[in-house]
């Protein structure tokens, strides 16, 4: 039997739209691969269209996927090498019947009440004037149990003047887990400087996609948190062994992946020590979707190489 190659289009669209400093976000669409060795073991990847970090386009995306299908060399690929990063790795051999739970950040598009003690949740901020947000978000503290965790997002929005505003309204707050990727690009000295003298918790996400890895981010002497997206890195296995090292450090996070991507990334949720942030329930209710992936907490693995199978040929 000769291996197998195929690679599909998907568009999902989600239950509600998202909204962030990069904009109003309604549905994923990119192309999903899928790849059968010759002993018949299929593995999964994928690629997609990113607001806020996509530079590629859908066109861009098929095209280098129907060279591969043909058989293409993979130091052509451009823009899929995450995909096929994703179906050579040992990931796919992870066994069901040692499944570990994985606790997730939930999302949350409002300021609605929060009942449940020991929570983890994400706020999008940068969204409105900054006095206003941060009035909105101390009072949203105040009312939170004691156990629960925040997670701020600013996705760039904020230049240096804000970023201190909010350390003024927030610091030593004990329900901040962090503020996310305040300011745009690669971190500069000041903001390294900043972080590690003022023991503020800041973590970065789009600044790793710039960079390519987040071992360079490491080796500029950041001292804050790692948000790592898989999913729109190069080398899924590398970006394991950097989880594995410091896994007090990375959080592991969602681009709502397909059901393939999505398997593959709570996959990598076991590597770390830290609350991932994988919450999906922006797809619940879609037909396509597969129910394991909407339990509280996660079971990793969560679905089988046959669950994927099957649910290939309805894509």
Known sequence: MSEIREFKRYNLKFKTSTKSAHGAWAEKEGLIFMEKSESGVSTFGEVGIVTGFSKHTLGDLIDEAKAWVLGGRIERYKFIQPALSCLKS??????????????????????????????????????????IEIKKITSWFDKMPVSTRVRLDANESLNYEKLLRWMDALYENPKLDFIE?????????????????????????ESIFALGKPSKLLDMGW?????????????????????????????????????????????????????????????????????????????????????????????
Request: with cysteine; charged share 30%; aromatic share 12%.
């Open 181 to 205: 990727q305040p300011l745009s690009g690669i971190p500069d000295d000041k903001l390294l400087k900043l972080v590690e003298e003022n023991d503020f918790p800041v973590a970065l996400d």
């Open 90 to 131: 040992d990931l796919w051999n992870q066994d069901l019947n040692h499944q570990t739970e994985v606790r997730y950040a939930k999302m949350f598009q409002d300021f609605g009440e929060i009942n449940e003690p020991n929570q983890t949740i994400k706020k999008k901020i940068g969204l409105e004037d900054i006095k």
């Open 223 to 315: 001292s804050g948190f790692f948000v790592l997206k898989p999913s729109l890195l190069e080398d899924w296995d590398e970006t394991i062994d950097f989880i594995k090292h410091n896994a007090n450090k990375s959080v592991v996070s969602t681009v709502y992946e397909s059901p393939f991507g999505f398997e593959a990334l709570l996959r990598v949720c076991r590597f770390s020590n830290l609350v991932s942030g994988v919450d999906r329930s922006i797809f619940f209710g879609n037909a396509l979707e597969i129910e394991s992936h909407h339990s509280d907490p996660f079971l990793v693995p969560s679905a089988s190489i046959e669950e994927l199978e099957i649910l290939w040929d309805k894509f």
